[in-house]
T-cell receptor
């Protein structure tokens, strides 16, 4: 597996609290992605980054923000968590070219009560 | 925007039976990728198809890319319990991948 780690791996939080998830890579890939996975919806892109300080929105970006201050780290922040954000969150990395595949981290299970 | 649809959503088979999942894109794709996610795990890349009409095999798995490069299929011959999981297709779009909803395969021994 590619060198991708996510932290925390599990988190339980309360509605209204801020939450930050971290993705760390050792592969020096330019692109990094945050997905959420929910039953019946597959993998939906939240935000992605195509370089340090360069980010863009995905299809389900409302309620989420991201930051990338270093090539190896991509942070996903839920400013004020809601129950609808209970999900499994995956980070992925890639070179961003059309023929390149993505490599996924182990995921973070987030429960918002 | 580009959409990738996958059917069926669920498939339950008896061990030894065959299984097929189908993927359709609303636009022509430069390539199609397939991923497998084991229960409790993360998606793992299986294969990429690039050419129109391309067929690739990995042991009991056969992948096809349609002539129009808008559809694809994954066929598993004689399923085994190790095949359980969710299979996703994905098409590239501007540095991103658009994933289908996935087909969850369960195999009864």
């Amino acid at each position: 597996d590619a060198g991708i780690t996510q932290s925390p791996r599990h988190k339980v939080t309360e509605t209204g609290t801020p939450v930050t998830l971290r993705c760390h890579q050792t592969e020096n890939h330019r692109y990094m992605y945050w997905y959420r996975q929910d039953p019946g919806h597959g993998l939906r892109l939240i935000h992605y980054s195509y370089g340090v300080k360069d980010t863009d929105k995905g299809e389900v970006s409302d309620g989420y923000s991201v930051s990338r201050s270093k090539t190896e780290d991509f942070l996903l922040t839920l400013e004020s968590a809601t129950s609808s954000q209970t999900s499994v969150y995956f980070c992925a990395i890639g070179q961003g070219r059309e023929v390149e595949t993505q490599y996924f981290g182990p995921g973070t299970r987030l429960l918002v009560l | 925007g580009q959409q990738v649809m996958q059917i069926p959503q669920y498939q339950h088979v008896q061990e030894g039976e065959d299984f097929t999942t189908y993927c359709n894109s609303s636009t022509t794709l430069s390539n199609i990728q397939w991923y497998k996610q084991r229960p409790g795990g993360h998606p793992v890349f299986l294969i990429q198809l690039v050419k129109s009409g391309e067929v690739k095999k990995q042991k009991r798995l056969t992948f096809q890319f349609g002539e129009a490069k808008k559809n694809s299929s994954l066929h598993i011959t004689a399923t085994q319990t190790t095949d359980v999981g969710t299979y996703f297709c994905a098409g590239p779009q501007g540095g991103k991948l658009i994933f289908g909803q996935g087909t969850e395969l369960s195999v009864k021994p």
